[in-house]
């Protein structure tokens, strides 16, 4: 995937959640929820677009 479409999809991403802060009233709490999931879905998919996903996925704690 070329990085262009990396970048405009993270614009898009980030234009529609701020939409979603600024004009749809809901309690803090789920605001930031919401937020912290669509960061934390975003951040998957940019290791999983770059091939590092593997890499974290194949860490072991312990033995």
Known sequence: MPLIEIVVVLIIVGVL????????????????????????????W???VFGLWHYITEIHVGR
Do not use: D, E, F
């Not at 749809?24 to 912290?36: R, V």
């Open 46 to 48: 940019i290791l999983r």
């Open 17 to 44: 959640l701020w939409l979603v802060n600024t004009y749809i009233p809901m309690a803090a709490p789920i605001k930031s929820l919401l937020n912290a999931v669509v960061v934390i879905v975003l951040v998957i």
